[in-house]
């Protein structure tokens, strides 16, 4: 029978089979909750011999590195290295303001953080400290949070993965080959929430809505800066806040706050006018974000959105709704 517990046990004797009684694993984690599953389990097999990786780019949502970092880890108590890679993503982002370019930026830095940290991990055994006798140890797997439909849709293969390496990081061997472990392989997004319960994780990860790898950078139309990222956490908070406190998260596939760092408009605010910069809402409904509707919030909730991102987010002095459908607009303004 299908109880989260039975299919659980059975994934993590699975693991087991295929790491052996000496294999060592690396996880990248991303935040959400595909990786923080497939992480779990896999810690749940092997315990230590698994390593986590989680890059923070700078580009998150407000708590999330603290969900990872303290939360996943005193859930499951897996080992985890966090690289804090903030100052180079933003460097490179830079008086970038086309979509495109962030997303190759992004997705280029990214795969530099994660090869740098693998490279420790490697160099360092896996077990880090200097009690490490043996010296370097090889890590022949790399976790992957696949589910049913990723492997559907692409066809079926599983395998192997290589992580090249650049020029420009240190340490890292030529060209890493991994196994890949990949225990969510058959399971429907539904499943993997309720396995992830079942383990004890966190429900600010099992319940996540879906959020872009690029993060809040392809939600600030204009250049990505530290300060304009600062304002978009505090007005995604309190839209997060108050759709949860309404009990709307269920209706609501998820809901991109945006700002439009290069638009201004004038306002009146406090002592006078104002020339600040319009939030976006874009909240939607979907199955499966191919296509999508935009979510008939009741009024009384937009209103309290409105009126504390307007007091409480500076430098923001209007909020609109995205009433698009997908198509034509996309989910994402980038
Ligand atoms: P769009 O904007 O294409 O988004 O309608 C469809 C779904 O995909 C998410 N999304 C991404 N997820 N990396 C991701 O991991 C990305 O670069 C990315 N871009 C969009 C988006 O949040 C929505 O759920």
Redesign the pocket.
């Known amino acids: 029978t299908w109880t989260a517990a039975n299919i659980a046990e059975s994934l993590i004797a699975d693991i087991r089979a295929q790491v052996g009684e000496d294999g060592l694993a690396i996880c990248g984690l991303s935040g959400g909750v595909d990786s923080a599953v497939a992480g779990a389990l896999v810690q749940r097999a092997i315990g230590d011999r698994l390593t986590c990786v989680f890059v923070d780019h700078g580009l998150l949502r407000a708590g999330e590195r603290e969900q990872v970092q303290t939360d996943f880890v005193a859930a499951t108590g897996a080992r985890l290295v966090t690289v804090d890679a903030e100052d180079i993503f933003l460097g490179h982002l830079a008086g970038v303001s086309d979509p495109e370019e962030k997303?190759k930026i992004i997705g280029r830095e990214f795969i530099r953080s994660f090869e740098g940290a693998v490279g420790e991990v490697v160099a360092g055994g896996a077990q880090g400290g200097s009690d490490q006798s043996a010296g370097a140890q090889q890590v022949d797997f790399l976790v992957q949070g696949t589910l049913y439909p990723d492997v559907v849709e692409s066809g079926g293969g599983s395998g192997t993965a290589n992580i090249k390496s650049h020029h420009n990081v240190g340490g890292l061997p030529e060209d890493l080959e991994f196994k890949l472990v990949e225990p969510l392989r058959l399971l429907f997004k539904d499943e993997v929430r309720a396995v992830g319960r079942e383990l004890g994780l966190p429900e600010e990860i099992v319940s996540r809505q879906?959020?872009?790898?690029?993060g809040l950078a392809?939600r600030i139309v204009g250049e990505v800066t530290k300060d304009r990222l600062e304002l978009l956490r505090k007005a995604d908070l309190i839209a997060r806040e108050e759709l949860t406190s309404a009990g709307l998260d269920g209706q609501i596939?998820?809901c991109?706050v945006v700002l439009l760092a290069d638009v201004r408009s004038v306002g009146v605010q406090g002592d006078g006018r104002t020339y600040g910069h319009p939030i976006v809402l874009r909240p939607v409904s979907?199955e499966d974000?191919m296509t999508?509707d935009w979510t008939r919030l009741p009024y009384e909730v937009l209103e309290i959105i409105s009126t504390r991102i307007t007091n409480e987010v500076p430098d923001v002095n209007r909020v609109v709704l995205d009433v698009t459908s997908?198509p034509p607009g996309?989910?994402?303004w980038e």
Do not use: D, L
């Open positions: 997303r879906p959020f872009p790898g690029p392809i596939w998820q991109p979907s974000a999508a997908k996309t989910i994402e």
